[in-house]
């Protein structure tokens, strides 16, 4: 599912949490007696949340930009093939991937496009706005795997999950990585995971483009 985290951090050089995160002292009582007595960093980040929600809810257009979201995949398809490259797999097509982060940015684009007309229009029309606030928000689901990843049945999303290597921080195309995991790692299966992950991300660009058959 489509989430959000929102954190305060510190100001030090290391840009990082607190000293006690994920420590034995990282404890109710170490919030009250030194992190925050008053509660007033708490009520803060809860006041910053709420503000969200509400502009959210309120919103006649969702405020959601897919093209920074394809950003992310290109990013995160170009940082694959060098880890792939660097372990050997070489020989893998990739062209199925390109192709479908070239749909989802095309679909971005024109989506993007259309939210800014309606939104300088006085009195836009209810059925247009609904339509694409339907495809704006339906459209994470289109990276869902509904049957689970392959070997992770209670992990679904075939862009951000756990790594079976690192289930706690997720990385980019979990099932690629996966796939290409060990010391004699079985091509025709990362080639097979690629197919299937581009098959995610077209879904992905059709729910975003309505389903105009455009992609």
Do not use: C
Request: net charge neutral; aromatic share 12%.
């Amino acid at each position: 599912i489509t989430s959000l985290a929102l954190e305060f951090f510190g100001t030090n050089t290391s840009g990082g949490s607190y000293p006690q995160y994920h420590s034995r002292y990282d404890t109710h009582y170490f919030m009250t007696k030194f992190a925050d007595p008053t509660w007033e960093f708490h009520m803060a980040v809860s006041k910053v949340l709420g503000l969200v929600a509400k502009t959210m809810a309120d919103s006649f257009l969702l405020p959601l930009d897919f093209t920074n979201y394809y950003n992310h995949l290109d990013s995160g398809l170009k940082d694959l093939r060098t880890l792939l490259n660097s372990r050997g797999l070489t020989s893998l097509d990739w062209s199925s991937m390109e192709k479908a982060n070239a749909g989802f940015l095309k679909a971005a684009v024109d989506i993007r496009a259309e939210s800014w007309r309606l939104d300088r229009l006085k009195n836009p029309d209810t059925l247009a706005l609904r339509s694409i606030n339907d495809r704006l928000f339906l459209t994470e689901r289109g990276f869902l795997n509904y049957q689970g990843l392959p070997g992770q049945p209670w992990l679904r999303h075939m862009v951000y999950a756990p790594g079976r290597a690192d289930s706690y921080s997720a990385s980019m195309f979990p099932t690629i990585v996966n796939a290409a995991a060990g010391a004699a790692p079985n091509i025709k299966e990362v080639q097979r995971q690629i197919q299937f992950v581009a098959i995610a991300i077209n879904s992905a660009a059709e729910l975003l483009a309505g389903g105009n058959g455009k992609i």
